[in-house]
C-alpha cells in the first residue's frame, strides 16, 4: 500500500524559513473509520517518531484492500519543539516564546460554548439515530472550529499557539480515533493514558498498564478530542438515552526522554497494529504479534508525585518499575547546610503509600520543590474491572477468530 504525502504548511519563522508537517495518508479500499496518529509534540519526546516509521513499513507490505478506512500518520508533529535544545538536553515541553505547555494549548469545544449548548443538542436530537447524531454534532463541532477562527483572522490575528493548534487540530477534528505518542520528560515506563469508560478500546493496544484519565488537566490534545463527546453522552445519559460514541483518544506513553528504547517502540508498533487489528481497521497484521499482557488499570487521580523536601543531590533507592512498599526509602537526598560548622547530610524520603515506580526524575540535582520520581499507589489490578472484563473479551473475540481459521 502507498500512502498519500502531503506537506502541510504551518508558520514562516523570523528568518524567513517556512516550517511544515509531512502527513502519511493511507486509503484502505473500503470506507471505515478514520484513524490519526502523531508523534513528537513535546520536543524532547522522540520514540514516537520511530514507532511510525515502524508503522508505515508495517502498511507498505499490506493491500489496499487490507484496510476499511483511512490511517493518518504525522511524525515530528511539532517543528518548533523538536528542534529545541539547550546544550545536549531537548527541552521543548514548554515553548520558550510564551511559556507555554505544547500540549495544554488545544481548542476544546465543550469550552468554548455553554453548557447549556450541548444539552440542548441532546435534547433536540434525542429521538435520532446513532449514526446521523453523530454526523450532526460533529458538523456542529466543525462549524464551531471554523467561526472561532474567522472571528481571530478578522480581530488582531491568531496568536502563534492557536496557528499552531488550528493546524494540528484541522488534520484530526474528523478523525474516529486519536493516537497521541508522548514519552515522559524523564524516565518513564511504556503505557496508555485514555479518557471517558474506553476500557474495550484501550485493552486492544495489548499494554501491562493503562491510566484512566479520570481527571483532566484541561486542553491537552486527546482530551480535546473526546470531551466535547463525553459530554454529549452525559447529557444524553441524563435525558434517559445511553449510548457510546465508537470515538476514542489514547496517549500512548513510549519509555524515556530523548531515546528511542528498543522495548518501548516495539510494544508502540504492536500496541498499534494490535488496536488497528482489533477495530478491524486492518484485516491483516503485519507481524507476528507479541503475547498479549493483561492490563493493570489506575486512575490518573492516584498518581503521586514526590518533591524534594530539600535542596540536594538525589541518590536513587529505586529503579523504574520497582513496586514498593509504604514507608519503603525512596532516595536519599545529599545536602550541605550552609552557615555555622554543619557537615553534609543525608535525608531520607519514604514512600507514604505501596506503589508502582512509573517514573523517575532524569536530573539527579534539585532545589526544594522539584520533582523526584512518581507512584502509581496498589492495589491496581484490573481483575473485576471494566478493563479486566474487555481484557477478557478481547482474548474470547481472538480465540473465536482463531479457531474460525482453524475451520
Ligand atoms: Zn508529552
Redesign the pocket.
Known amino acids: 500500500m502507498v500512502p498519500e504525502i502531503i506537506t502541510v504548511p504551518l508558520l514562516q519563522l523570523a528568518s524567513g524559513d517556512r516550517l511544515s508537517l509531512q502527513v502519511y495518508r493511507y486509503v484502505g479500499r473500503y470506507p471505515g473509520k478514520k484513524i490519526y496518529i502523531q508523534a513528537n509534540?513535546?520536543g524532547a519526546?522522540l520514540a514516537g517518531n520511530a514507532v511510525i516509521h515502524e508503522v508505515l513499513a508495517g502498511l507498505k507490505t499490506l493491500d489496499d484492500a487490507d484496510l476499511r478506512g483511512e490511517i493518518w500518520l504525522v511524525p515530528l508533529c511539532n517543528p518548533l519543539g523538536v528542534n529545541q535544545r539547550s546544550h545536549h538536553f531537548a527541552t521543548g515541553?514548554y515553548n520558550p516564546y510564551d511559556g507555554r505547555d505544547w500540549?495544554r494549548i488545544f481548542w476544546d469545544y465543550e469550552k468554548q460554548v455553554d453548557r447549556s449548548c450541548i444539552q440542548q443538542f441532546a435534547q433536540t436530537h434525542l429521538q435520532t439515530s446513532l449514526a446521523t447524531l453523530q454526523a450532526a454534532y460533529r458538523h456542529t463541532i466543525h462549524q464551531k472550529f471554523l467561526a472561532d477562527q474567522q472571528q481571530e483572522a478578522q480581530g488582531g490575528g491568531a496568536p502563534l499557539h492557536h496557528r499552531y493548534r488550528n493546524c494540528l487540530q484541522s488534520l484530526a477534528l474528523d478523525a474516529d480515533t486519536v493516537i497521541d505518542l508522548?514519552?515522559s520528560?524523564n524516565y518513564g515506563l511504556t503505557y496508555l493514558y485514555y479518557g471517558g469508560d474506553r476500557h474495550l478500546g484501550a485493552a486492544l493496544f495489548g499494554l501491562d498498564l493503562a491510566i484512566q484519565l479520570d481527571r483532566y488537566d484541561g486542553d491537552a490534545f486527546d482530551e480535546a478530542f473526546i470531551k466535547p463527546w463525553l459530554a454529549l453522552e452525559r447529557d444524553l445519559e441524563a435525558l434517559g438515552r445511553s449510548l457510546r460514541f465508537d470515538l476514542e483518544a489514547y496517549?500512548l506513553?513510549l519509555g524515556s526522554a530523548m531515546q528511542l528504547q528498543p522495548d518501548s517502540v516495539e510494544r508502540g508498533v504492536q500496541g498499534i497494529q494490535a488496536y488497528l487489528y482489533g477495530k478491524q481497521v486492518i484485516t491483516q497484521r503485519w507481524t507476528t504479534p507479541l503475547p498479549l499482557a493483561t492490563p493493570q488499570l489506575y486512575r490518573a487521580s492516584t498518581i503521586q508525585r514526590y518533591y524534594a523536601p530539600t535542596g540536594g543531590m538525589v541518590r536513587s533507592q529505586v529503579a523504574l518499575g520497582d513496586r514498593i512498599a509504604a514507608g519503603q526509602v525512596l532516595c536519599e537526598i545529599l545536602h550541605v547546610p550552609k552557615g555555622g560548622d554543619a557537615y553534609p547530610q543525608v535525608m531520607k524520603m519514604p514512600a507514604m503509600q505501596a506503589g508502582l515506580v512509573f517514573d523517575v526524575g532524569i536530573n539527579q540535582a534539585v532545589n526544594e520543590g522539584e520533582y523526584v520520581l512518581s507512584l502509581l499507589p496498589e492495589p491496581g489490578t484490573a481483575t473485576g474491572s471494566p478493563l479486566h472484563d474487555a481484557v477478557i473479551d478481547r482474548e474470547t473475540a481472538q480465540g473465536n477468530r482463531n479457531n474460525q481459521s482453524d475451520d
Open positions: 509534540l513535546h519526546e515541553r500540549n508522548h514519552s520528560s496517549t506513553e
